[in-house]
Every structure is written in C-alpha cells, then in structure tokens.
C-alpha cells in the first residue's frame, strides 16, 4: 500500500507489464494499492485504473 497515487500507478503498471497479466489499482481509505485482477475481491467502486498488458 502506498499514500503516492504516481508510485502505485507505476509499480501496478510495471508489474502488469511483467506479469503479462491484468493489475488493478485500487483505493482504500488514503492508501492506494495494486493487486492481479483475477485476486480482487474488494468493492468495485474502489477501482481507479485497470492495467492490461495486451491493451
């Protein structure tokens, strides 16, 4: 988790690019936080930015 919304985009990005797989990004209280989409289970709304790397 991360309070810098620009370092979480980067390393969510950097890890879908790795991965090759999908990361979402995602925003609890004042922490932002990233995790591979097939292992979100939070609340939707809490999405700010999908990355796909086929995209």
């Known amino acids: 988790m ?9 390393a969510a990005w950097t890890l ?6 999908s990361v979402i990004l995602f925003r ?3 922490q ?3 995790v591979e ?3 979100f289970d939070g ?3 809490s999405i700010i930015h999908e990355y796909d ?3």
């Open 43 to 45: 609340e939707e709304a």
């Open 2 to 10: 991360s309070h810098d919304l620009a370092l979480a985009r980067k």
């Open 37 to 39: 989409a097939t292992e």
């Open 53 to 55: 790397p086929y995209a």
């Open 32 to 34: 932002f936080g990233f």
């Open 28 to 30: 609890v209280e004042d």
């Open 16 to 21: 879908s690019r790795s991965l090759m797989a």
